[in-house]
C-alpha cells in the first residue's frame, strides 16, 4: 500500500470524527464487467473481488467499525451460469480456508446472513465451523450474506410470527416492527448506517430492504475489485457530511 493511500485513508478518518457509521453494508457489485474491460474470464473479477474484500476487512477492522456487512451472493445468482456458480463456491471454500485464521486474530466475529444451508454440504460446514471458531470475539463483526434475499428473510419473519400466533403464544396485536425486526437474520445488529453499492447501478437488488430504512445510500463507480482502503474511507467521509434528521428536523 502505497503511504500517499495510506495518509488519504488517515485523512479522511481524522477528518470523521464522531459519525463513525456504526454499521456499513456494502453491495460487491461489478466485477464482471472488472474482468471484460480486461479481455478476462469473470471469475478473474471474482478472484480480484475476494482481494478487495479482503482489503476492506482488514481496513474496516483499522477504522473501528462495529459491523460490515457484505453482499457476496444474492438468492437471485442462482440464475447465474451453474460454471459461475461453481466458481464463485470455489472462491468461497478458498476464502474461509485462507482467511479464518487472520479473522479469528483479528478480533473478528463472522456471521453470516441468508439460507446458506443451500450450499453443498461442506461449504455448510466450513462456514459453520468459521462460525463457531470466531464466535468469541467481539471486535468487528463481519456479516456475510450468502444466498441471501430480503424478500424470502422478510416472508421467513412473517412465517414465524404467524406460527406463534397459531400456537397461541403470541396475540396478532403483538406484531410490531420491533416484533417482526427481532425474526431477521439481523435481529441482534444495529440498522445499517451507510449503504454502498458499486459499478454504477443504483438498485437494492433484494439487499437488506429492512434494515436499510434509514441508511444513507451511496453509489460509486469504482467496480468492486478496484474498491479498496482508500474508496472505504472515501465513502465513510461523505458520510459524515450527510445530515441525517430519521423524520425528526
Ligand atoms: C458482483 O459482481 C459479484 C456477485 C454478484 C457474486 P458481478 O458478477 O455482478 O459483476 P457484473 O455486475 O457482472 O459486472
Ligand atoms: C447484487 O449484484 C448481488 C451481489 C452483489 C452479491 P447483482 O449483480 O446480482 O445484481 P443485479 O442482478 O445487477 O441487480
Ligand atoms: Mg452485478
Same mark, same amino acid.
Given at each position: 500500500?502505497?503511504?500517499?493511500?495510506?495518509?488519504?485513508?488517515?485523512?479522511? %478518518?481524522?477528518?470523521?470524527?464522531?459519525?463513525?457509521?456504526?454499521?456499513?453494508?456494502?453491495?460487491?457489485?461489478?466485477?464482471?464487467?472488472?474482468?471484460?474491460?480486461?479481455?478476462?474470464?469473470?471469475?478473474?473479477?471474482?478472484?480480484?473481488?475476494?482481494?478487495?474484500?479482503?482489503?476492506?476487512?482488514?481496513?474496516?477492522?483499522?477504522?473501528?467499525?462495529?459491523?460490515?456487512? %457484505?453482499?457476496?451472493?444474492?438468492?437471485?445468482?442462482?440464475?447465474?451460469?451453474?460454471?459461475?456458480?461453481?466458481?464463485?463456491?470455489?472462491?468461497?471454500?478458498?476464502?474461509?480456508?485462507?482467511?479464518?485464521?487472520? %479473522?479469528?486474530?483479528?478480533?473478528?466475529?463472522?456471521?453470516?446472513?441468508?439460507?446458506?444451508?443451500?450450499?453443498?454440504?461442506?461449504?455448510?460446514?466450513?462456514?459453520?465451523?468459521?462460525?463457531?471458531?470466531?464466535?468469541?470475539?467481539?471486535?468487528?463483526?463481519?456479516?456475510?450474506?450468502?444466498?441471501?434475499?430480503?424478500?424470502?428473510?422478510?416472508?421467513?419473519?412473517?412465517?414465524?410470527?404467524?406460527?406463534?400466533?397459531?400456537?397461541?403464544?403470541?396475540?396478532?396485536?403483538?406484531? *410490531?416492527?420491533?416484533?417482526?425486526?427481532?425474526?431477521?437474520?439481523?435481529?441482534?445488529?444495529?440498522?445499517?448506517?451507510?449503504?454502498?453499492?458499486?459499478?454504477?447501478?443504483?438498485?437494492?437488488?433484494?439487499?437488506?430492504?429492512?434494515?436499510?430504512?434509514?441508511?444513507?445510500?451511496?453509489?460509486?463507480? *469504482?467496480?468492486?475489485?478496484?474498491?479498496?482502503?482508500?474508496?472505504?474511507?472515501?465513502?465513510?467521509?461523505?458520510?459524515?457530511?450527510?445530515?441525517?434528521?430519521?423524520?425528526?428536523?
Amino acid at each position: 500500500m502505497s503511504s500517499e493511500v495510506e495518509r488519504r485513508f488517515s485523512t479522511a %478518518l481524522e477528518a470523521n470524527g464522531a459519525s463513525l457509521p456504526r454499521h456499513v453494508a456494502i453491495i460487491m457489485d461489478g466485477n464482471g464487467r472488472w474482468a471484460k474491460k480486461r479481455r478476462l474470464p469473470r471469475v478473474a473479477g471474482h478472484r480480484k473481488g475476494v482481494e478487495a474484500a479482503r482489503q476492506v476487512v482488514r481496513a474496516a477492522g483499522d477504522l473501528g467499525l462495529e459491523v460490515l456487512t %457484505l453482499y457476496a451472493f444474492s438468492s437471485e445468482n442462482w440464475r447465474r451460469p451453474a460454471e459461475e456458480i461453481s466458481d464463485l463456491m470455489g472462491l468461497l471454500r478458498r476464502f474461509i480456508i485462507d482467511d479464518i485464521d487472520e %479473522l479469528a486474530e483479528a478480533g473478528v466475529q463472522l456471521r453470516v446472513i441468508g439460507d446458506y444451508q443451500a450450499f453443498q454440504a461442506d461449504v455448510v460446514r466450513l462456514i459453520d465451523d468459521a462460525i463457531a471458531r470466531t464466535e468469541g470475539n467481539s471486535k468487528t463483526t463481519l456479516v456475510i450474506a450468502l444466498n441471501y434475499g430480503s424478500q424470502n428473510e422478510l416472508a421467513r419473519g412473517a412465517r414465524l410470527l404467524a406460527e406463534q400466533v397459531q400456537r397461541g403464544e403470541l396475540s396478532p396485536d403483538a406484531i *410490531t416492527a420491533e416484533a417482526l425486526s427481532q425474526t431477521l437474520y439481523t435481529a441482534d445488529l444495529p440498522p445499517v448506517d451507510l449503504l454502498i453499492r458499486t459499478s454504477g447501478e443504483r438498485r437494492l437488488s433484494n439487499f437488506l430492504l429492512w434494515q436499510t430504512a434509514y441508511a444513507e445510500l451511496l453509489f460509486v463507480d *469504482t467496480l468492486w475489485p478496484d474498491f479498496g482502503r482508500e474508496e472505504l474511507a472515501a465513502a465513510l467521509a461523505d458520510f459524515g457530511r450527510r445530515e441525517r434528521r430519521f423524520g425528526g428536523l
